[in-house]
């Protein structure tokens, strides 16, 4: 199975692993999983990190590519396949980002691993929550 990490869940992983369950933390650290980071994530934070939103995720953004290597997950790019379905979602949510993860998750058949209840809402999702 292949787990896509929410920007939080990432941010977190790096940096405040205490704030991930440990039955969350068992499956993506598991080497039998596949986890994947995606390059919206990498745009979320270094967006709000430019625009003084995130402080606590400023050191991320010049070893991001470190950091995925660290706990053993791949970036996964986005596509124009992506971004249509992401435009075109019925879903009420607004977030871009958002949007794109879910796209992305529900394009790849892909478990999306997140504490933010928004995405509950959205059919389909698999989600891996708390």
């Known amino acids: 199975m292949t787990y896509l990490l929410d920007t939080h ?17 068992d499956v993506i650290r598991d080497p039998d999983q596949d986890v994947v980071v995606s390059s919206v994530s990498a745009m979320e934070v270094a967006t709000k990190v430019g625009i003084g939103k995130w402080e606590e995720a400023r050191p991320l953004p010049p070893v991001w590519m470190e950091r ?3 706990i053993g997950a791949q970036d996964l790019q986005v596509t124009t396949r992506h971004g249509l379905l992401a435009g075109s979602l019925d879903w009420p949510h607004r977030d871009p980002f958002d949007r794109l993860l879910a796209a992305q998750a529900l394009i790849g058949n892909l478990t999306f691993v997140t504490a933010d209840k928004v995405f509950r809402t959205m059919p389909g999702l698999k989600l891996l929550t708390w």
């Open 9 to 25: 869940v990432f941010v977190w992983l790096v940096d405040e692993v205490h704030r991930i369950p440990p039955h969350v933390r």
């Open 68 to 70: 995925l290597a660290d």
